[in-house]
């Protein structure tokens, strides 16, 4: 385990990356052109990113992330 002392400055800024990079994969996820076998990949990092996300931010913001909420509980949907 690692711990990290941060500015309130810099915790917002990484909740902005996280955010960020949260929904780039989001709408990587929705592309039909990506390969079945990316998806399962973006999958993955989404749930990596989440876990980091949850560390830095509070609750009301991680419900909108949640992977129950948009579907990527099932990694055989696209693998």
């Not at 385990?1 to 400055?9: E, F, K, P, V």
């Not at 917002?12 to 990079?21: A, D, N, P, R, V």
């Not at 079945?36 to 931010?57: D, H």
């Amino acid at each position: 385990m690692i711990g990290l002392l941060i500015t309130d400055s810099e915790q917002t800024e990484i909740e902005y990356i996280i955010k960020c990079q949260l929904d780039e994969l989001l709408l990587d996820l929705d592309d039909s052109r990506i390969e079945p076998v990316v998806k399962g990949v973006i999958i993955e990092r989404y749930r990596l990113l989440f876990q980091l996300f949850r560390r830095v931010t509070n609750q009301s913001n991680c419900l909108k992330y949640m992977p129950n909420r948009i579907h990527l509980t099932s990694k055989s949907k696209y693998e």
